[in-house]
């Protein structure tokens, strides 16, 4: 899952998208069931720097859960 918010981040090219974007990508049918799992690996993600998730244009707390609409944005390369 890491990869796929990663991809759809590099595909996105700086444009932000939301979590479940991504799992309707991948399970455009059955996407609702992989939220959990795109959340997980969305904050992972946050956790090593390699995204921003943002709320309402706030970067969210790493530490806090998500109950609300987020958006993921990929973070630019600085090497």
């Not at 444009?15 to 904050?43: C, G, N, R, T």
């Amino acid at each position: 899952m890491e990869t796929a918010i990663l991809e759809m981040g590099r595909m996105k090219a700086g444009s932000s998208f939301l979590p479940s974007d991504v799992v309707k990508w991948i399970y455009p049918q059955d996407w609702k069931h992989f939220i959990p799992e795109v959340l997980d690996a969305m904050m992972s993600l946050y956790k090593a720097e390699k995204i921003l998730i943002t709320q309402n244009g706030i970067p969210v707390d790493p530490k806090e859960k998500i109950i609300d609409s987020v958006q993921i944005t990929l973070k630019a390369k600085t090497n």
